[in-house]
T-cell receptor, first 116, second 113 residues
Framework: NAGVTQTPKFQVLKTGQSMTLQCAQD?????MSWYRQDPGMGLRLIHY???????DQGEVPNGYNVSRSTTEDFPLRLLSAAPSQTSVYFC???????????????FGEGSRLTVL | EDQVTQSPEALRLQEGESSSLNCSYT??????LFWYRQDPGKGPEFLFT???AGEEKEKERLKATLTKKESFLHITAPKPEDSATYLC??????????????FGTGTSLTVIP
């Protein structure tokens, strides 16, 4: 059981380039989300999805796009990378988006992105 | 505004020296409070969920407690393998902020042999 798988683990981009961070889960979870983690700040929600075909914005969505065509996959697209997007990105999934049994988040190992 | 504050930012303990980590929160209505452990270079790993004031949960040397305004993570007789960053998160009741999780900045725990 792989859980939540993120690729790539490391990436260096130049300002203005675009790229996609991949996230896949094999737990049949309804809820998937993307966070960024920066020094001195808590994990901040970028976008989330409560099921295939449904996405919504989190706290810091600007500069990022998502789509959810299948239950398993939730890619995060950086449209035109900026140095402010240098961060560690985590994908997380949950059986339910509500607290309670299955409400806890399962995280991937992270994708470390540097924008020069 | 919904907010989560963790203290201290960093904590160094001798092996066997018990202590507590604090998570204070302000949310309009609490659906759940979560504790996670994060090792360097890894994603957070779920530890506990607490739902209402007075609730306690235990796992090995860790015990989490909840009041109306804060949660404590008590570490009893810690070992070096307990060294990690401990994250607290709250999930608010549905409202303008939806069902988002709000994370604190974490407490970095180092246990010295």
């Amino acid at each position: 059981n792989a859980g939540v798988t993120q690729t790539p683990k490391f990436q260096v981009l130049k300002t203005g380039q675009s790229m996609t961070l991949q996230c896949a889960q094999d737990m049949n979870h309804e809820y998937m989300s993307w966070y960024r983690q920066d020094p001195g700040m808590g994990l901040r929600l970028i976008h989330y999805s409560v099921g295939a075909g449904i996405t919504d914005q989190g706290e810091v969505p600007n500069g990022y796009n998502v789509s959810r065509s299948t239950t398993e996959d939730f890619p995060l697209r950086l449209l035109s990378a900026a140095p402010s997007q240098t961060s560690v990105y985590f994908c997380a999934s949950s059986f339910s988006r509500l607290a309670g049994i299955g409400g806890e988040l399962f995280f991937g190992e992270g994708s470390r992105l540097t924008v020069l | 505004e919904d907010q989560v504050t963790q203290s201290p930012e960093a904590l160094r303990l001798q092996e066997g020296e018990s202590s507590s980590l604090n998570c204070s929160y302000t949310v309009s209505g609490l659906r759940g409070l979560f504790w996670y452990r994060q090792d360097p270079g890894k994603g957070p790993e779920f530890l506990f969920t607490l739902y209402s004031a007075g609730e306690e949960k235990e796992k090995e040397r860790l015990k989490a407690t909840l009041t109306k305004k804060e949660s404590f993570l008590h570490i009893t007789a810690p070992k070096p393998e307990d060294s990690a960053t401990y994250l607290c998160a709250v999930q608010a009741l549905p409202g303008n902020t939806g069902n988002q999780f709000y994370f604190g900045t974490g407490t970095s725990l180092t246990v010295i042999p």
